[in-house]
C-alpha cells in the first residue's frame, strides 16, 4: 500500500500540566493528588476518579505502544471521567477552557491535534465556545458527552445552535458514552458495564438523535460514532420496525426511517473484529470508518492496524480506513 500514516482517531489523554496545575490549585471544584497507584483527580459532585496510570499521561508510554501497534499519529482526546461533574454553568465553562488550554499544549507538544469541549447548559453559550474553541489551530473538532451530568441531552432543541455552529463551520463531533451512563440501572449487567453498557449507552443517545430530527434539521452535520456505534448499525431494522410501530417514534422523518441516516455517521473501529469492519463498511461505505484503539484502556483494540487488515476488504479501502478518511475528515480549513 501507498500508505504514509497511520491515523488513530480514538485515543485518550489526561494532560500532566493539568494535574500538576490541579495539584497546585482546584480549578471550578476540581483537585489532584498523587497516590502510590497514579494521579487521581477529585471531581465535584462525584468523588475520586479511578487511578489515572503513565500510559494515560506521559508521552513516553504512547510512543512505545504507537510503535508497536503501527499506528504513526493520534488524535487526542480528554478523559470523559474528568468531564463528567454536576458543575454550574459558569464552572462548567471554567472547566471546559481549563481542559482545553491543556489538550491544547499537548497537541502541540506531540506535533498533532486534539478535540475540545464545551459546556452544554445554554445552546447559544455552547455555540459561541465552538467557535472560540475553532480559532486554535490544535483542535480538530469536538467531543461531546451523550449523557452529561447536568443539563440537556444531545438530541434536545437546546443544542440546535451549537448544532448550527458546527454544521456550518464543518466541525467533527465526536460522541462519547461516559464511563457511568444510564445503562448504570441495569443491574442486571453486573462487571459487564464497560463491555455492553457503554455500547448501549451510545445506541440509545443516537437513536434519540435521529428520532429527534436532529439530521434533519442539521443535514451536514460531521457526527463521529465511537465503539463501531454500539449496537445500532447492527440492529438497524428493529429500530426501523420500532419506529413502523410508533415503539420508537418522536415525529416523521424526512427520510421515512431510522436506518436511512445511518450513512450520514463515521464510526470508529474500537472493539470492532475484522468481519464486523467489513460489514459496517459494506452498511455506511468504507469512506464512514476510521481507525481508532481507545488507547489507553485494557477493552480498546491493541492492534487497531491488524483488526483493519484482517477485515478483508480492498486494499485501498484498508488505507482509506487506517489514514485517509480520518485525515479528510479532521483535516482544518485552510
Request: hydrophobic fraction near 40%; aromatic fraction near 6%.
Amino acid at each position: 500500500m501507498s500508505r504514509t500514516e497511520v491515523l488513530d482517531t480514538h485515543a485518550h489523554i489526561v494532560p500532566r500540566s493539568l494535574l500538576s496545575a490541579l495539584e497546585d490549585a482546584p480549578v471550578a471544584g476540581f483537585s489532584a493528588r498523587r497516590t502510590d497507584q497514579g494521579w487521581v483527580v477529585a471531581v465535584p459532585g462525584t468523588g475520586d476518579t479511578r487511578p489515572i496510570g503513565a500510559r494515560m499521561i506521559e508521552p513516553a508510554p504512547r510512543e512505545a505502544w504507537q510503535r508497536q501497534a503501527g499506528v504513526t499519529r493520534q488524535v487526542l482526546s480528554p478523559w470523559l471521567d474528568i468531564q463528567s461533574a454536576p458543575l454550574n454553568p459558569a464552572r462548567a465553562r471554567d472547566w471546559a477552557r481549563t481542559v482545553n488550554d491543556a489538550m491544547a499544549e499537548s497537541a502541540a507538544d506531540a506535533n498533532t491535534v486534539a478535540l475540545a469541549s464545551v459546556a452544554v447548559d445554554d445552546g447559544d453559550r455552547a455555540a459561541d465556545d465552538v467557535l472560540e474553541a475553532w480559532k486554535r489551530i490544535e483542535f480538530a473538532g469536538l467531543i461531546l458527552n451523550t449523557d452529561p451530568p447536568a443539563g440537556p441531552a444531545p438530541h434536545e432543541a437546546t443544542y440546535d445552535p451549537l448544532w448550527t455552529v458546527a454544521a456550518a463551520e464543518g466541525i467533527p463531533v465526536v460522541l462519547h458514552p461516559p464511563t457511568c451512563g444510564p445503562s448504570g440501572d441495569l443491574t442486571s449487567l453486573g462487571t459487564m458495564g464497560n463491555v455492553h453498557g457503554r455500547l448501549i449507552d451510545n445506541s440509545v443517545a443516537v437513536t434519540k438523535l435521529i428520532l429527534a430530527g436532529v439530521l434533519d434539521r442539521h443535514p451536514a452535520l460531521r457526527l463521529v460514532l465511537v465503539h463501531g456505534g454500539g449496537f445500532l448499525p447492527y440492529q438497524a431494522g428493529r429500530l426501523d420496525g420500532g419506529y413502523r410501530t410508533k415503539e420508537a417514534f418522536a415525529g416523521e422523518l424526512e427520510r421515512g426511517k431510522p436506518s436511512a441516516y445511518l450513512g450520514e455517521f463515521h464510526y470508529d473501529t474500537v472493539g470492532l473484529s475484522g468481519p464486523a469492519i467489513a460489514f459496517l463498511a459494506g452498511l455506511v461505505g468504507p469512506g464512514r470508518v476510521l481507525l481508532g484503539s481507545d488507547y489507553p484502556f485494557a477493552l480498546g483494540d491493541p492492534e487497531p492496524v491488524r483488526t483493519v487488515r484482517e477485515s478483508g476488504l480492498d486494499d485501498a479501502y484498508v488505507e482509506a480506513i487506517l489514514h485517509t478518511n480520518a485525515e479528510t475528515l479532521f483535516r482544518r480549513p485552510a
